[in-house]
Each structure stands twice: as C-alpha cells, then as structure tokens.
C-alpha cells in the first residue's frame, strides 16, 4: 500500500495554505473560462501558465489544474442555462439540460450537472491512485486501427437512435463530414476545399460552428416564438440541491457506466467529447426512461457529465506517465511541465513523487472545492433565467462573438458563427438533427486521420481493423450498436415465432 | 479642454522622460507584443515561445506584457500570413520552424521567409533516429541491415505533419539506404514517440526533447543525431550515457545532415531600431539560467546568429529545402 502513503504525503503538501488559496483562485478562473464560450481550458491555461513560472511547481500545476476542473464545471452552465456549451464536451449536456432550464428545472439540471462531474471526476482519480503504472501500459497498445475502433464505437453509438428519420440524420452528418474536411490534410500535406481563401486554413473550427448553431441559431428561434424566455419560474433557493441529491444515487447504474466508458475514452486517449456523446448514445439505449431522452430527462445530464469528468480527469494519466496528452488542455498542461523542468513519462513517478503525489491529492480537494463552490452558486446562475429576454439575448449576443473570436484571434470567424446560426435556425425548423452534425465535425478528421494512418500502416488492407482481440472486440461492440435495434427486433420475431 | 491640453503635454514629457532613460535602445514597444506561433499548442515552437516569454515576466525584461498566440492553420500558413499583412507593425513577431520552408513550397500558399524581417535565430533543434529498446538494433548498421532486408514499404517511420522536416529526413535516409519506408504522419512528436514505445511504428526521428523521457525510461534506444558533430551535452541521461555518446549519422555511414531552425522574425518594412531591441531582448533572455536550463533539456544546438549571417543562413537553408523537397515530389503543383 505504498501508494496510499505517497497519497498522505500528496495530501499534507495540498494542504499547505498557500496551495489551498491557489485551488480557490484556479477554480474560479477556471469557471469563469468555461462559461465563457470558445476560450476553453486549453487557451485559458495556455493565458494563464506565464503566471505560474515564479511558484514552485507543485502549486503550479496545482492551480493550473484547478483551471482545467473549473473549466469542465463550468462548461455545463451555459449548456444548461442558453443551449450555449462553454466547451466541447459539453454539447452532449445540453441535449436534456436545456429542455429542463425551459421547463423550470434549471436548478435541478445544474445539481445534477455538477454533482455527476464530481462523482465521474472521483472515479478517474481513485483509478489514478490505485492503478496507474497498469492503465498506462494498456493506453501504449492503441495505434491508429485501434483508434479509429474507437471513434467508429463512439459514432455506432450515437447513430441510429435518433427519432429523427434515417435519411435527415445520415444527411446531417454528411454535412458534419464534409465541414469537417476542410483545411489542411494531415496525410497528404495538401491543401482541401479552401478554395484559395485563407480564412480557410483552419478548416471550420468546431468551436465556432458550436457556438453558431446553438447559441446564435436558440437566440432566433426564441425571437420568433415571442421573445419569452421560458424557464424563468425556476426554483431559487439551495433545497433543490439536497432534492436533486436525494434522486441521484437511484441512477447509480448510469453513473457508473459513464465512469467506466470516461475514463477509458480518457486514457486512450480519444477526450473528454467523445466519451460524453457515447456516454449518453449508450444511456439514451439502455435506459428504462430512454424514450424521454432529449425532452428535459436528468439522466440525460447524468451520462454525459459524469463521462466528461472522468475522461477530463483521466486524460491526465497519459501525459504524466507516457507524455502524451489526452486533451488540448493536457497539452498545454506539459508543456507547462517541460517549462518547469519535470519531465513526464515513465520516470516521472518515481523521480517526482512530491509533484505527482501533490498534483493527485490536488485532483480530489481541487474537484472537492470545485463542486463546493459551483454549488453555493447554483441558486445564482439558475437566477440569471430571470433577466428579462430582451436583455440577456443581446448579453449571450456578445458573448458568442467574443468566444468566436478568441479562438483564433479571428473576426473572421465572428461571421462565420453567424453564418451558422442561420444555418442552425434553418436546420431546426426542417427538423434536421444538429447533434450528428456536430459529433461529425468534432470527430470526423480525427476518424478520417486515424483510418488512413491505419491503412498506410496496413499497405491498404482492411483487415487491420480486425488485426488483434482489442481492435475487432471495439469494432464488434460498434458493429452491434449500430445494428442493435435491428437485432433486438429481429430477436423478438424470433422469440414470437419459438412461441 | 484645458486639462486635455495638459494632459498631452504631460503625456509627452512623460515620453521624453521615457525615451531619455531608455537611451540605450532606441525604439521600445509601446502596446502588448504578440509572439506568434505557428503551430498548435503544446510543440515544441509553442513551449519555446512560452518559456521566453515566461523568462520575460519572470525579469522584467520588457515594459510591455508578451502575449502568445498560436496560428496554426495550414501547416503554420496562417501565422505567416498574418505578419505578412501586417507590414510597418513591430508589435508582432514569430517563431519559426522548418514550416517556414515547407509549408509555403508543399501547399503553395503565397508567402516566403524574404516577406519577413530576420531578427535571430535562437537555437537549432537536432534529430534524432530512434528505435524500440525491444529491437535487436544497437547501432545503425543493424537497423539499415534489416531495413534492407525487408520488403520495401513494410518498415513503419512515424513522424509530425506531413511533408514536413520529419518527412524530408525519412526520404534521406531511404535515398542513402537505397529502400522504401511507409511514412505515417502524426499530429505532435509527443504522439509519436509513444506509438514508437507502443510498437505500432519501427522507428522514428524525433527532436530529442520529445523523446528524452522514454530514452530515459528504458523503452526508446537513439542510433545516431543528424548533425555534423555530436551533441554538447555530457551529463548522463540514463545507464551512464548522454545525449554526447550519440554518434553522428554521417559517422555511421548514414549521409544526412538536418537541423530545424528555432528563429525569430518580425512584420515586413520593420526599422533597424526595432530589430536591434529585439535582438537585445533575446540576448538577454538568452543569459537567464532558465534559458539554459530549457536547452539542456531539450539538448538543443545553441547557435545565435543575428542579421546578415542570419540572413544568409536562413537563403541556403531555403534553397536546400527547395531542392530536397522536389527531389521527394513534395511541391505543390504549380509552384
């Protein structure tokens, strides 16, 4: 049990009074960055790290994580409060947060929120403490195929539950796809579909498009249906918590499902994004209550909450043993490491044991102190529902255009993030789902990268996909979530027939 | 409208004031600068423009903060661009890679190193050619041997970006070795290095700073640096060898030389003034122990050249690389 000694000493140094004021002081940065749509914990980190060079270390990476904790509390408000989601891996909350802020829930949804991403948060941590060195052997079998398996699980498993029919959300996705593939080609080097403009670099920042059909495309939809702003009949007052809490521990089974699939999504490292989407794909399936999923369900905050912390959280585990980043902000949190002069990888536990055991007693009181704070303030953000529409509607306005432009520093991208709030409002009203459209865009390049990685390696073989038990066991598992309605029917014909 | 008069004429005797205790240069910021990067979060460009401008804070080196932006559009075009269209703007200056060669001769757009003022070059980044510690290769001639004896295609080099420095290197070593390897472009070095741990690639060119860390874990074996001597650094890495015991390529019959450059440029039309008090803040930051300290780790080449002699290092690299690339197919057609 060494390691629950080294955890004791971490302890002791997280405790110290400065390193407490520096988790305070991190986790409201980090909140404040999270809301905030388009700054993301990546650039807020990224900001930020110059100022951590003159504290020792171990309170530096302290506070930046508690950046990286705020950031993930964070971007659950916006997505609950406006449809906006501060970040990434929030877009999957906001598919039944939203609906219960409009049904004067919002109090509930955001409990619910922050108390799962605590309890995902908790589970990648004590997975850290106790079982480290062996998850990070596991993350070093996954090259491109199994990869890839993994983003085509994540797509099996959002796809084809969706009531919209077929042909509408297969054509959503296509346009997902083909945003997606603009810009610069990692294989090949080459320029795509820029048409010469050079705005186009970048290809169609995912963020940008977030922000656009979302928040921009909820904003004229809400205009034209009056400018009433549902939902401003919540409950303010701490009750709902407890209450919230009191309906929690009955979801057990979907909580702890979103662990498990978090912290694998986090280790592998394919993010915190996509484990949320698979995450509530898998809940939406299994779920007794799945029928409600997109109509204000709390379950459906649940999943995808808890998946993202857990996958945020252990993102963190790659790069500190294998020097591998798990997410954009991870990145940005090694290079602050370098930048210190710790180097991350397989040394980094044994030579460091003050940083790394400091940095992962950080990671339960940063989270601890984390949900403590956003939970004083739930009556708070719930009673910005209040504010009459006419004048948060331009507030949120100017709040996607400044998101939208710091992503790159753009104003390039301000209009584009218009542009696809018409395209939004459009979107919505031919009842065409956005969430495929989305999943597309986040993952479409990095599946593209990993499947021709993969057959570069393979010399143009498919058979790579199948090549060992891990990738065809994930492959399979995709195969089956994609075709499960049609084996499920086809299994009670069978069984009416036997009968 | 009085006290604005006074306030102008304050204003400008405070500037005199300024501009008479900073004799010593003769131009000074007088807004933020932004340090470009063109290239993703987390590289090795971003962790060198973050260190200096860490160093910068830490003492107080300029009157004016240093923001860091990262551009990486289109292989670093992006960034690139953006000094190239903002000419006479001293404010703005970048940190190059090879990308300054690269990206505009692979994917044509409209842009050279000559649209740029030259400050420094900082430091050179080395490569390194590294094997799973697993392999039976101990030294190059067991890797080229068994590079030939495979079917061509069949051996995996794993590198960053695509028709990039890593790239350029691995069609060298298939030149000098007389075979074909499957190039496999990733994302980060970082990546790299751990899909070379996890045996998914069969070797790889990383800087050594990307890799130092599973040298120093036991899982990476580097064969040979891609410099004319040896790395300067002695102090022990791991079982008693430093980055000093790699030996030259070129020693070890593998003909191919190939440093990056980590320089610095500044907006088009920029005045001698400006580029000297750049050149001044980076010769100060250059004498911090952080500095050095970053160096070391990453066992950088700490060559600092500064105007002509930059100039013309920076015209022979930018035709090598013309002439490399197109001997790999590598131009963007039309060019």
Same mark, same amino acid.
């Given at each position: 049990m060494e390691e629950i000694a080294n955890l004791f000493q971490g302890f002791s140094v997280a405790l110290q009074p400065f390193n407490i004021m520096v988790m305070f002081v991190g986790i409201m940065l980090g909140v404040i960055i999270g809301v905030l749509p388009g700054l993301g914990g990546a650039n807020g980190v990224a900001i930020l790290l110059p100022l951590t060079f003159s504290m020792p270390p171990t309170s530096a990476i302290i506070m930046l994580s508690c950046i990286y904790w705020g950031a993930l509390f964070g971007g659950a408000i916006t997505s609950i409060l406006f449809n906006i989601p501060g970040e990434p891996w929030s877009v999957a909350t906001t598919f039944d947060g939203y609906p219960m802020a409009q049904q004067g829930k919002a109090g509930e949804a955001l409990a619910a929120a922050f108390t799962s991403s605590f309890v995902g948060a908790l589970f990648a941590v004590i997975m850290i403490t106790l079982v480290a060195p062996l998850v990070a052997s596991f993350a070093l079998q996954f090259g491109p195929a199994e990869k890839f398996a993994v983003y085509f699980l994540a797509f099996c498993s959002f796809v084809g539950l969706s009531k919209e029919p077929p042909f509408k959300t297969i054509a959503a996705m296509m346009i997902g796809f083909a945003l997606a593939a603009v810009g610069l080609d990692s294989i090949t080097g080459q320029l795509r579909l820029t048409f010469g403009f050079t705005e186009l670099l970048n290809g169609f920042d995912f963020l940008i498009a977030v922000i656009g059909l979302f928040g921009i495309g909820e904003i004229l939809l809400t205009m034209e249906e009056g400018l009433s702003f549902r939902g401003g009949n919540a409950k303010i007052n701490l009750r709902v918590v407890l209450q919230t809490w009191k309906r929690l521990p009955g979801y057990w089974v979907t909580s702890l499902r979103s662990c498990i699939i978090g912290c694998w999504m986090g280790i592998t490292p394919a993010g915190a994004t996509p484990a949320s989407f698979m995450s509530y794909g898998i809940a939406k399936r299994v779920s007794k209550n799945g029928n409600n999923f997109g109509k204000g369900e709390i379950e459906g905050v649940i999943a995808p909450e808890t998946a993202a912390h857990a996958a945020g959280t252990a993102a963190l585990l790659p790069m500190l043993s294998l020097g591998v980043p798990g997410s954009p902000t991870a990145a940005v949190l090694l290079g602050g490491l370098l930048i210190w002069g710790l180097q991350p990888g397989p040394m980094l536990f044994t030579e460091q044991k003050e940083f790394v055991w400091g940095l992962i007693a950080s990671m339960y009181l940063g989270n601890l102190v984390g949900l403590l704070v956003v939970l004083t303030c739930v009556p708070i /953000? $719930? &009673?910005?529902?209040? +504010? %009459?529409?006419?004048?948060? &509607? %331009?507030?949120?306005?100017?709040?996607? #255009?400044?998101? #939208? !432009?710091?992503?790159?520093?753009?104003?390039?991208?301000?209009?584009?993030?218009?542009?696809?709030? *018409?395209?939004? !409002?459009?979107?919505?009203?031919? @009842?065409? %789902?956005? #969430? %495929?459209?989305?999943? &597309? =865009? *986040?993952?479409?390049?990095? $599946?593209?990268? &990993?499947?021709?990685?993969?057959?570069?390696?393979?010399?143009?073989?498919?058979?790579? /996909? /199948?090549? @060992?038990?891990? +990738?065809?066991?994930?492959? =399979?598992?995709?195969?089956? #979530?994609? /075709?499960?309605?049609?084996?499920?029917?086809? !299994?009670?014909?069978?069984?009416t027939a036997a009968a | 409208m009085r006290r604005s008069v006074l306030c102008v004429g304050l204003t400008a005797i405070a500037a005199l004031c300024a501009s008479g205790i900073a004799a010593s240069a003769a131009w000074e910021p007088v807004r933020p600068v932004e340090f470009i990067v063109p290239a993703g979060t987390g590289g090795g460009a971003d962790q060198m423009a973050r260190t200096i401008q860490g160093i910068v804070t830490k003492h107080n080196l300029m009157k004016q903060p240093m923001v860091v932006i990262n551009k990486s559009g289109g292989a670093g075009g992006e960034g690139f661009l953006d000094l190239k269209t903002s000419p006479g703007n001293p404010h703005k200056i970048i940190i190059t890679l090879s990308n300054l060669f690269t990206t505009p001769l692979a994917t044509g757009i409209p842009f050279s190193w000559k649209d740029l003022t030259p400050v420094a070059m900082l430091a050179l980044d080395e490569f390194v050619l590294w094997v799973n510690a697993e392999k039976p290769y101990n030294n190059v001639k067991d890797y080229v041997d068994a590079v030939k004896k495979a079917p061509a295609g069949s051996i995996k080099m794993g590198g960053t970006g695509s028709k990039q420095e890593d790239q350029i290197i691995t069609v060298a070593i298939e030149k000098a070795v007389g075979t074909k390897f499957t190039y496999i472009p990733y994302k980060g070095g970082g990546e790299v290095a751990v899909q070379l741990v996890g045996n998914h690639i069969d070797s790889s060119v990383n800087n050594p700073i990307e890799a130092v860390a599973q040298w120093r874990g036991g899982k990476l074996r580097p064969l040979c640096v891609f410099d004319s001597k040896p790395m300067a650094y002695d102090e022990q890495v791991v079982n008693g060898k430093g980055w000093k015991d790699i030996p030259t390529c070129k020693s070890q019959g593998l003909d191919m030389e190939y440093l990056m450059l980590r320089g610095v440029f500044m907006s088009p039309k920029a005045t001698k003034d400006q580029v000297e008090y750049y050149i001044d803040l980076f010769k100060k930051v250059r004498a911090t122990p952080e500095w050095q300290d970053f160096m070391k780790s990453g066992a950088f080449n700490t060559t600092f050249l500064t105007g002509d002699d930059y100039a013309k290092w920076v015209e022979v690299e930018q035709k090598r690389h013309e002439v490399l690339m197109k001997e790999a197919g590598f131009l963007a057609t039309g060019n």
């Open positions: /953000f $719930a &009673a910005i529902l209040r +504010v %009459p529409f006419s004048i948060i &509607a %331009p507030l949120i306005l100017v709040l996607c #255009a400044i998101g #939208a !432009y710091s992503v790159h520093s753009s104003t390039f991208d301000v209009m584009l993030m218009l542009v696809f709030g *018409v395209v939004g !409002y459009l979107l919505k009203k031919c @009842n065409y %789902p956005l #969430a %495929p459209l989305v999943l &597309a =865009i *986040v993952l479409g390049d990095k $599946a593209e990268e &990993a499947f021709r990685q993969s057959l570069l390696g393979s010399q143009g073989s498919l058979g790579v /996909f /199948f090549s @060992n038990t891990l +990738v065809s066991t994930i492959m =399979i598992l995709g195969l089956i #979530a994609l /075709f499960w309605s049609a084996i499920q029917k086809g !299994y009670t014909r069978l069984r | -």
